[in-house]
T-cell receptor, first 114, second 114 residues
Framework: NAGVTQTPKFQVLKTGQSMTLQCAQD?????MSWYRQDPGMGLRLIHY???????DQGEVPNGYNVSRSTTEDFPLRLLSAAPSQTSVYFC?????????????FGSGTRLTVV | AQSVTQLDSHVSVSEGTPVLLRCNYS??????LFWYVQHPNKGLQLLLK??????LVKGINGFEAEFKKSETSFHLTKPSAHMSDAAEYFC????????????FGKGTLLTVNP
């Protein structure tokens, strides 16, 4: 099993550009989420999904869009990148019924917006 | 709302000496608590988790943590530090109403000196 796969691992964007961070899991996990990590802030929840077709906002959703058309994929879209979105982004998934106890994290995407 | 406070942003120990990373939590219900470790430029790895079973939780690599409800603490300890323990450590609590959501502490950077 590959687990949770994030692509790309590194990305540099110019202010105003758009891009999609990809997250895929092959464990048939129902729950998926996106976090951002900033120095001295820990990880903060951006968006999450409890199943295909269902998404909701987390703590810091502004500037990000998500969709969940399949169980496997949960892409994160930046429509117009800003320097404040420079961060490391982690995707995570969990099986039904296990909640936070069953989390598996991806290896992260390091995004720099210049 | 749930919250986590890691009392030290940086802890420095000598190899072979004990490690203590302190975490206090705030929750209006019985939470699940976790410790994650992140080595430089790596993803997050689960060290251990407390989910209302035994209050003394043993994790990987010789780490353990004790849940103390009266003190609202979940401190992480290890009897003897190894150079490979140098990393950032996050104390994490799940969120009431949606046990898939996690609230992270701001992290404690552990330095191990030879």
């Amino acid at each position: 099993n590959a687990g949770v796969t994030q692509t790309p691992k590194f990305q540099v964007l110019k202010t105003g550009q758009s891009m999609t961070l990809q997250c895929a899991q092959d464990m048939n996990h129902e729950y998926m989420s996106w976090y951002r990590q900033d120095p001295g802030m820990g990880l903060r929840l951006i968006h999450y999904s409890v199943g295909a077709g269902i998404t909701d906002q987390g703590e810091v959703p502004n500037g990000y869009n998500v969709s969940r058309s399949t169980t496997e994929d949960f892409p994160l879209r930046l429509l117009s990148a800003a320097p404040s979105q420079t961060s490391v982004y982690f995707c995570a998934s969990s099986p039904k019924g296990q909640g936070a106890r069953g989390y598996t994290f991806g290896s992260g995407t390091r995004l720099t917006v210049v | 709302a749930q919250s986590v406070t890691q009392l030290d942003s940086h802890v420095s120990v000598s190899e072979g000496t004990p490690v203590l990373l302190r975490c206090n939590y705030s929750s209006s219900y019985s939470p699940s608590l976790f410790w994650y470790v992140q080595h430089p430029n790596k993803g997050l790895q689960l060290l251990l988790k407390y989910t209302s079973a035994a209050t003394l939780v043993k994790g990987i690599n010789g780490f353990e943590a004790e849940f103390k409800k009266s003190e609202t603490s979940f401190h992480l300890t290890k009897p003897s530090a190894h150079m490979s323990d140098a990393a950032e450590y996050f104390c994490v609590v799940d969120n009431q109403g949606s046990n898939y959501k996690l609230t992270f502490g701001k992290g404690t950077l552990l330095t191990v000196n030879p």
